[in-house]
């Protein structure tokens, strides 16, 4: 016990209760209670820091740090409490031998590679180049540098990187970078970014050069400059793409707008808008492009060049209409129809049964109203 305690090479104690600890080779203790430990090449704590500063020219190790912080190229620690941790390398690494739990919980933690290994982040910012955390949470505010990948949950405002992944679920309310990816569900608000990747998605919205959802989205809007893609059910206002919006069950929301859209299942939406507009199953809705396409039944509007659907319950407005049962009416040059139960209005209209009325230049029945008729032609 003392002020100080310096070695020619190395100062050893097993336990220190001072203001300084100094050598220039090692500066030693299990047990260390003072303002700082100093040793030029390594300072290291076998059993527990108490104090101000861990500082070195090489490496700090402490098997547990209760302080300001660690300052030096390469700072490690199996349980670190403090204001901040820096250096070049920032090592956090579980003891399974202690049976605690390793953690760190900081203000900050500022180095070129942080690494967490069986370890839980707690504080407000990690930054670096790369930030790695293994087999632990993070829960802070900001993860912030060029590689940011964190193997179970994250919790906190948002990630900023180049590349960001998490393989767990993700709660924050942006995730920035070139590239995003949550292996599990993502929840909070946007991911902004070239790409975007998730499990399931319940947030705000997606938006970047291409969305990809493995499951569920649950959100406002999916926005893509190339693709958006959800495996799944989609719930929410808005998919919109360059190119393409694909989902894989229902999509229920407002619209989808892009070149290409397709729902495999059903749709239930006000318009969805594209020179090729794909519905598997039943649509509810409008469809507005070149070619619209309703597998099963048509409960709105399908106006473009050719739009064809099984059943049709509203109207279709083009240049080629066709339809198995039609329960409303069509407009364009060629209409054909099954069995029809409303009005056909166009150059050539086609009906195997009509129950309606034919307006054209050439209608053709097979069953209801005559075979062939010019002008007008009434079935009942």
Do not use: C
């Amino acid at each position: 016990m003392g002020l100080t305690q310096i070695g020619l090479a190395k100062s050893t104690s097993k336990e220190f209760y001072g203001l300084l600890q100094f050598a220039p080779y090692e500066s030693r203790a299990d047990r260390f209670v003072g303002v700082m430990q100093l040793g030029l090449v390594t300072s290291r704590i076998e059993e527990s820091f108490h104090g101000g500063f861990q500082v070195t020219l090489g490496k700090n190790t402490a098997a547990a740090l209760y302080g300001l912080g660690q300052l030096g190229p390469w700072n490690n620690a199996a349980h670190f409490v403090g204001g901040l941790q820096f250096g070049a390398y920032n090592h956090v690494l579980d003891d399974p031998e202690d049976g605690l739990e390793s953690r760190i919980v900081t203000a900050a933690q500022i180095g070129a590679f942080n690494q967490l290994e069986r370890a839980h982040f707690y504080g407000l910012l990690q930054l670096g180049a790369v930030n790695h955390v293994i087999d632990g949470d993070f829960h802070g505010l900001l993860q912030i540098g060029a590689a940011n990948r964190n193997t179970k949950d994250f919790y906190g405002a948002s990630q900023v990187g180049i590349v960001n992944e998490v393989k767990g679920d993700s709660y924050e309310v942006l995730q920035l970078g070139f590239g995003n990816i949550v292996m599990d569900g993502f929840s909070g608000g946007f991911q902004v970014g070239s790409y975007n990747g998730a499990g399931t998605f319940g947030g705000i919205g997606q938006v970047g050069l291409a969305s990809f959802i493995k499951q569920d989205f649950r959100g406002f809007m999916q926005v893509g400059a190339a693709f958006n893609a959800t495996l799944e059910e989609y719930r929410g206002a808005l998919q919109v793409a360059g190119v393409l919006n694909l989902v894989g069950n229902d999509f229920r929301g407002v619209a989808q707008v892009a070149a290409f859209n397709g729902v495999l299942d059903d749709a239930y939406m006000l318009a969805q808008i594209g020179a090729v507009n794909i519905t598997f199953k039943s649509h509810h809705g409008a469809q507005l492009g070149a070619v619209n396409i309703t597998g099963k039944n048509l409960y709105g509007l399908q106006a473009g060049f050719i739009s064809g659907s099984g059943e049709v319950y509203g109207a279709q407005l083009g240049a080629v209409n066709l339809s198995r049962e039609l329960k409303g009416a069509t407009f364009g040059v060629v209409n054909v129809g099954g069995r029809v139960t409303g009005l056909q209005v166009g150059l050539v209209n086609r009906a195997s049964r009509l129950r309606g009325v034919q307006l054209g230049l050439v209608n053709l029945s097979s069953e209801g109203g005559l075979p062939f008729l010019p002008v007008m032609n009434v079935g009942l």
